[in-house]
Structure formats: C-alpha cells, structure tokens
C-alpha cells in the first residue's frame, strides 16, 4: 500500500451519480464513498492496460484522505488520464463530477503487470537433468524480469543446470546447457526442401539458438551447428 490521496485536489458539494449517499453523514459512511471512489478509478485504469493471455494485473488505487467529505454525484462522472493519457505503473486517474456545483479529483493508482516464468520448485544442484519436478511457473513483476528466461515448463526439459540454483529463482538460458559437451545429439541438416538426419557428439555447452561445435559420427568432421532443443542442433547447408 502506498501514501494517500495526491495532493492536489478540488471539490465543491456533490459526487457520484451512481452513489446515493448524503453529505454530513458518518465517517463509515464517507469510508464506504472513498472506497467506492477508488474502485472507479481502478476499474478506469483496469480498461486501459493491454495484457498477453498469460498475464496477470494487479491494481491499487491510493487511499483518500479521510478527512475528505464527498457527497452524491447527480451529473455525469469521468474519469481521465491527463497528459499522454498512457497508463504507467504509478498514475494519477483524475475524476470529475459535471454538475453545479462539482468537483475534482485525482486518486493515484499502481499497477503490477505479472507475467508466469518458469523458476526451480526446489533446491537444483549443479549438473541436474532438468524434470517437470524440478520446475514450477511462478508470477513476476515484469520490471524486476531480467535475462532470458522461460514462460513454459517444456522449453526446459531435458537440458541440464550448469550451476547450482535457488527455488524461486528464474531460470536462465545462461544458466543451462540445452547440449552439453559429450552429448550425444541428433545432427538436423537441411538443404533445400531435403533434411537430413545424423548422430554426433557436442564439443562444448550450447543453450537455445547457440552456435556450438559437433563431431559428425559418419564423417568424423567437426561442424557448426544451432542448437534447436535438448540433444538436438541444427546445420544448413
């Protein structure tokens, strides 16, 4: 929860139309109005912010100063974000009552856009064969995101913890090797509309869409190859 009302605020004697509360009443009562206030301003806010499927919002409107006194709102409401009008994680919805006489205000509002990230469910030692029991999606403030990191438990299957990692901790690309060296991989060549399929043997740790060299076990050559998934590279050619 963060400070109170902004500063900055106007009214004259009335408020919501969609209220039916009287001025001079009781302090729960004004309790009830501000709390009315902040979920308008809230559910403004909640219109405007555009979302992935897989994402979360969480939204907290300011608490209004209780000394505040606000009565019935007979006209029309708005609500508006001045300046740019663009939603922010800390904005300022101001509201407006269009009668005589009206009032003004403006509620600060923060917002959280959440979005799932596949993190260690418990303790991974170092060298660990990465299993759906290892993993977890947890919920993370998309501004404390950082690095690659995965939003789907499958994209991690089968690749191998290169350091010892926290439960709850993201888990980086940086972090695995997708092929490590001495695996044996299924070598994907592709030339013009044929592909090509060989075994071969990592010659050094690789994660998603690295370039990493592979013994060709038929032709003995080491070749550069992109690393498409667990055990598995890619060659063009």
């Known amino acids: 929860m963060f400070m109170g009302t902004f500063a900055r605020f106007t009214f004259r004697p009335a408020f919501l139309g969609w209220l039916s509360v009287l001025l001079l009443i009781t302090t729960p009562a004004y ?4 709390e009315d206030i902040r979920r308008y301003a809230e559910d403004h806010v909640r219109e405007l912010v555009s979302l992935q499927p897989e994402d ?9 100063d209780t000394r505040v006194q606000l009565t019935e709102c007979l006209g029309k409401l708005t609500a508006d974000i001045r300046g740019s009008g663009e939603v922010r994680r800390n904005t300022h919805v101001y509201l407006q009552c269009h009668e005589q006489p009206g009032w003004e205000l403006f ?7 959440l979005k799932p990230v596949v993190t260690a469910a418990d303790p991974i030692a170092r060298n660990t064969l990465l299993q759906n029991q290892h993993l977890t999606i947890d919920y993370q403030d998309e501004v404390l995101i950082r690095g690659d990191v995965f939003s789907d438990v499958n994209d991690l299957l089968g690749s191998r913890s290169k350091r010892d990692l926290r439960p709850g901790q993201p888990i980086r ?4 090797c997708v092929v490590c060296k001495g695996d044996k991989v299924s070598i994907v060549a592709q030339t013009g509309g044929l592909t090509v399929n060989t075994d071969g ?11 990493v060299r592979v013994s060709n076990l038929n ?7 992109q690393v498409l998934g667990a055990g598995q590279v890619k060659v063009n050619l």
């Open 31 to 34: 309790a009830s109005i501000h």
């Open 201 to 211: 043997i990592a010659k050094e740790d690789g994660s998603f869409n690295d370039n």
């Open 173 to 176: 690309s940086s972090q695995l």
């Open 107 to 113: 509620v600060p509002v923060r917002i959280k856009i």
């Open 56 to 64: 979360k919002l969480e939204i907290n409107a300011a608490n209004i």
């Open 219 to 225: 032709s003995g050559r080491v070749i550069s190859a």
